[in-house]
Structures are given as structure tokens and as C-alpha cells.
T-cell receptor
């Protein structure tokens, strides 16, 4: 089955530590995204990548870093510079079709990060 | 500033009735608009999209309208069922493949 996997499902981190969230897709999708979701709020874009070895900051990139070395993988590192990292993190991807923007985003199951 | 607003209150309806959700936006010029369903603790799932030149789109019991003059989309669930209980998110899609999401409206359908 094709899809997006995120691991781990739950993650606990001590304050001051960096942590990396995994996102892998086998959908052969071109663009990948990281969002953060807080209770009662919508999804906020952290970073996105349209092609391998290229990525752009979203609306709340401070305290986060990403890499896109392979088409199927887009890991997110939450650094100690992120002041309030406890949240639900969602990874998503899109299959680009030429210039079409009419494509749905496929989401992973999410990782819930808690800072102790 | 840019803003996307969905129904501020949760929606509680009786089974069989129609649920109507609103999505209003300001200072955006989206290429198109999408609706997603999200169940607790899970990632959103795509439901429907509607383009800026389309007035209405239907899929089974779901209907979406898009009024670019009013800067508003309406999402209808007809003949609602308890299984429709979830949070529904609207998303504006920009030409650079970025999406901007609303906070969502939580719908509860009572049997």
C-alpha cells in the first residue's frame, strides 16, 4: 500500500534537546510539507520542499530545520531554539502534475511531541 | 493581514439533517480551495476541491460552493450520519503549491 509514514507516533523530549521526526512516502510524490497543529488551531506550515535538495521556509520555520536528500524522505528536526515545541506534527505530500495545482495533499498519521 | 475563518462554534446536529460549514477568507487570492476531514489524533483526509471558476462541486452527500466575490466557501453534508462526526478543515491553495488552513469546525451528529 502506498502512503506516508511518520515515526514515532509519540515522542517525548527533555527541554534543551534536539529531536528529529521522520517522514517517508512511497507515493512518488514530488512536494513534501511539514505542519504543526496546536489544539483549536489550524495547521501551520513549517517547511516545504518541491524537489530534492531544495526547500523553503513556511510561516513558522524558526527553531526547525529540514533536509531533502531523497525524494521519498523529508525529516524535520525540532531544535532547542524552538521555545514551545509541544504539538502535533503532520507531514504531507503532493504529486505535481506539470503546472497543475489541483492536487490533493496526502497526510501522514502525525507525531505527537511532548517536551518534558 | 491574511485570515481564514471557519465557523467559530462547534456544530451539533441531528442525524438526517444538513450540516452547513462556512469558510471565509481575507487578503488571499487562492487558485482553488479544498476541504479536508480530520478525526481526533489523525492526519487530515482530502474530501473535495473547487476551482476559482467553479460555483459548486458535489461528491455523494457532500456539496461545496465557492464565491470569490464574497471570499467564501460553504460546505454541506446532507442526510448527515453519526459517522460524519469529525473536524472539517478548509484550505486555500496558492499557485506555489502552498496551502493555508483554517482552524476547522467540529461537527457532531446525534443519532
Amino acid at each position: 500500500d502506498g502512503g506516508i509514514t511518520q515515526s514515532p507516533k509519540y515522542l517525548f523530549r527533555k527541554e534543551g534537546q534536539n529531536v528529529t521526526l521522520s517522514c517517508e512516502q512511497n507515493l512518488n510524490h514530488d512536494a513534501m510539507y511539514w505542519y504543526r497543529q496546536d489544539p483549536g488551531q489550524g495547521l501551520r506550515l513549517i517547511y516545504y520542499s518541491q524537489i530534492v535538495n531544495d526547500f523553503q521556509k513556511g510561516d513558522i520555520a524558526e527553531g526547525y530545520s529540514v533536509s531533502r536528500e531523497k525524494k521519498e524522505s523529508f525529516p524535520l528536526t525540532v531544535t532547542s531554539a524552538q521555545k514551545n515545541p509541544t504539538a502535533f506534527y503532520l507531514c504531507a505530500s503532493i504529486k505535481r502534475s506539470g503546472d497543475s495545482v489541483y492536487n490533493e495533499q496526502f497526510f501522514g498519521p502525525g507525531t505527537r511531541l511532548t517536551v518534558l | 493581514s491574511q485570515k481564514i475563518e471557519q465557523n467559530s462554534e462547534a456544530l451539533n446536529i441531528q442525524e438526517g439533517k444538513t450540516a452547513t460549514l462556512t469558510c471565509n477568507y481575507t487578503n488571499y487570492s487562492p487558485a482553488y480551495l479544498q476541504w479536508y476531514r480530520q478525526d481526533p489524533g489523525r492526519g487530515p483526509v482530502f474530501l473535495l476541491l473547487i476551482r476559482e471558476n467553479e460555483k459548486e462541486k458535489r461528491k455523494e452527500r457532500l456539496k461545496v460552493t465557492f464565491d470569490t466575490t464574497l471570499k467564501q466557501s460553504l460546505f454541506h453534508i446532507t442526510a448527515s450520519q453519526p459517522a460524519d462526526s469529525a473536524t472539517y478543515l478548509c484550505a486555500l491553495v496558492h499557485n506555489d503549491y502552498k496551502l493555508s488552513f483554517g482552524a476547522g469546525t467540529t461537527v457532531t451528529v446525534r443519532a
